[in-house]
């Protein structure tokens, strides 16, 4: 019977085995040096806030597992001979197998600073990282402050973390405002005035120098770089972006460059060696996405096309138009299609902002500019529905079809506050156009593209 191994058990590792066992008796070993069983890393943040347990993000019953006849190996590969098909283990243990899968996904980066590997120093990526933080900051009396290091979306759920437990948080951030590489200047300020409310220490355009130990190997403090100021601090958060978790391939013949190199149909260099997720790394990036993309529904879709083609039915990984969603503390943040910022704007990107006078609401869409094609939308404090965003998207619909059924799209809950007529009005006023809002129609809401 052929063998799969899968290194990993995040979403990309787990939704390969599922996929295969649904077509395939197939063996499957499923190895990980995390934790035995699958969980929601994206759910980490809810437990240390108290809204759940750890087995709360747990999919699967553990006996899942043996009743789909999935085997667990917990333990570290150390090593990959891919002349033999065998995995070395950190505990001397060895593993053959027939094909292997790379789901081993990403890792906190860190750039050397002087004392990033003291104790109370911790990203916020695996259960360990939660175990530190419950360690180093429990409450406000063990941690008196905390710095977090890096303005993406793990350091804001990181802050909104310690904020629950009143720690008090100083926020570093190197760009001059807080994600203006993704966000247009609209939404970037909305979020840095939003950050500032919620008591957090912002410091736009500030780097970490090094951080400092006490006597005991802990985080004391850490210095500015611009201006040499000294914080006192007793955990320090790294969420300065991730990168693939592959040093154990160092010298197998797997081509990496930042992750392991893949095609369309996640095969890597070796035979019968594929990776997923995070950690895999396209050698031409698909359209206007990333060559890497640490996103968990790319993982899982990388998971079910690799399953496919394991069980004999050849299948290209098509991840379609981009999507994502994140919350930003009390705002809930959802991007569809392409809608850079104004630095990586281009030449044929057109802005139509609307923001709300007074709440923390806002959108930005994106359109060509000689054509009128809608582009992509970001809506923060209203929810959108994915599948008519997806559906105009795939129909080169214009911005001007989406304003006029933009009822469509609104999944806001009964009772909300409804804006579509104010978006529309500012869309007309500054266009001089005369667009009509339609009321929303459930038949064309569950209409296909």
């Known amino acids: 019977m052929e063998h799969i191994v899968i290194i990993g058990n995040g979403i990309s590792g787990v939704t390969a085995a599922r996929h295969i066992r649904k077509n395939s008796d197939k063996q499957i070993t499923i190895v990980s040096a995390e934790t035995k069983y699958f969980f929601s890393r994206t759910a980490l943040m809810y437990i240390y806030m108290g809204h759940m347990k750890f087995e709360h993000t747990q999919p699967y019953e553990n006996w899942f597992w043996d009743k789909n006849n999935i085997n667990l190996?917990?333990?570290?590969?150390?090593k990959i001979n891919t002349a033999t098909k065998e995995l070395s283990f950190k505990d001397g243990s060895a593993l053959t197998y027939d094909k292997l899968?790379?789901?081993?996904?990403?890792?906190p980066n860190k750039f050397g600073w002087p004392g990033q590997d003291l104790k109370g120093a911790l990203g916020m990526y695996h259960?360990?990282?939660?175990?530190?933080?419950?360690?180093?900051?429990?409450?406000?009396?063990?941690?008196?402050r905390a710095v977090i290091v890096g303005g993406g979306l793990i350091g804001i759920e990181l802050a909104e973390m310690l904020r629950s437990r009143d720690i008090p948080v100083t926020f570093l951030v190197r760009e001059s405002s807080f994600w203006n590489g993704v966000l247009p200047a609209q939404e970037s300020e909305m979020i840095n005035k939003h950050i500032k409310e919620h008591h957090i220490d912002l410091r736009l355009s500030t780097n970490l120098k090094e951080i400092k130990s006490d006597e005991n190997g802990r985080v004391?403090?850490?210095?500015i770089e611009e201006t040499g100021e000294e914080i006192a601090c007793n955990v320090v958060g790294l969420t300065a972006g991730v990168t693939p978790n592959i040093d154990f391939l160092e010298g197998s013949g797997i081509a990496t460059k930042k992750g392991v190199l893949v095609n369309r149909m996640l095969e890597t260099n070796t035979k019968d060696v594929y990776a997923i997720g995070d950690c895999a790394e396209q050698h031409e990036a698909i359209g206007l996405r990333r060559n890497i993309e640490a996103v968990w529904y790319t993982g899982r879709m990388m998971g079910e096309a690799l399953a496919q083609t394991i069980c004999g039915n050849p299948t290209e990984y098509k991840p379609g138009h981009w999507f994502n969603s994140a919350k930003f503390l009390d705002i809930e943040y959802q991007t569809y299609g392409w809608v850079f910022s104004e630095r990586n704007k281009k030449d044929y990107e057109s802005y139509f902002q609307w923001k709300h006078p007074s709440k923390d609401i806002c959108i930005t869409i994106s359109y060509h500019k000689k054509t009128q094609q809608f582009l992509g939308i970001n809506t923060f404090g209203i929810r959108m529905r994915h599948e008519k965003f997806d559906q105009w998207l795939t129909e080169k619909q214009s911005i001007q079809h989406v304003l006029k059924y933009l009822k469509d799209a609104n999944f806001d809950p009964e009772f909300y506050s409804l804006y579509e007529k104010d978006i529309v009005a500012k869309f007309?006023?500054?266009h001089n156009t005369q667009l009509k809002l339609q009321a929303?129609?459930?038949k064309r809401i569950f209409s296909k593209a």
């Open 220 to 223: 004391k403090s850490i210095i």
């Open 73 to 78: 190996k917990e333990g570290y590969v150390s």
């Open 101 to 107: 899968i790379i789901a081993t996904g990403s890792k």
């Open 440 to 442: 929303k129609s459930w």
């Open 428 to 430: 007309n006023s500054e």
């Open 127 to 144: 259960k360990q990282d939660l175990e530190n933080l419950e360690q180093f900051a429990p409450n406000n009396d063990v941690c008196k």
